[in-house]
């Protein structure tokens, strides 16, 4: 089972950039997917982006894409979301979760998450 814990949250102002990172423990994230999921106040969690073990990234929401970019450090078993042009609505907490392999839109296909990091983005 991996352990994941997030971390780089925090307040931005509007087009500011933020970097999160996912730190695993457990097991190496190579054979895995990790899926971002944000939850916003009032609303439900929803897909950000997933990166396949193979390094295919999968957008879930089209705002994110041209803004939002992730990467992995193998050598650290870390993924990291890297989100540039910030936004006021993009302001959520923001999950990290696992599932094997492949990406999956479905939040319960995975089985592991982190406790999430709260971004706010204001001026």
């Known amino acids: 089972q991996v352990q994941l814990v997030e971390s780089g949250g925090g307040l931005v102002q509007p087009g500011g950039s933020l970097r999160l990172s996912c730190a695993a423990s457990?097991?190496?994230?190579?054979?895995?997917?990790v899926g971002w999921f944000r939850q916003a106040p009032g609303k439900e969690r929803e897909g950000v982006v997933c990166?396949?073990?193979?390094?295919?990234?999968?957008y879930y929401l089209n705002s994110a894409m041209g803004r939002f970019t992730v990467s992995r450090d193998g050598a650290k078993n870390t993924i990291y979301l890297q989100m540039n042009s910030l936004k006021p609505e993009d302001t959520a907490v923001y999950y990290c979760?696992?599932?094997?392999?492949?990406?999956?839109?479905?939040?319960?296909?995975?089985?592991?998450w982190g406790q999430g990091t709260q971004v706010i983005v204001s001026s």
């Open positions: 990166d396949g073990s193979g390094s295919s990234t999968v």
């Open positions: 457990g097991d190496a994230l190579n054979s895995y997917a």
């Open positions: 979760a696992t599932r094997p392999y492949y990406c999956s839109g479905s939040e319960t296909q995975y089985s592991s």
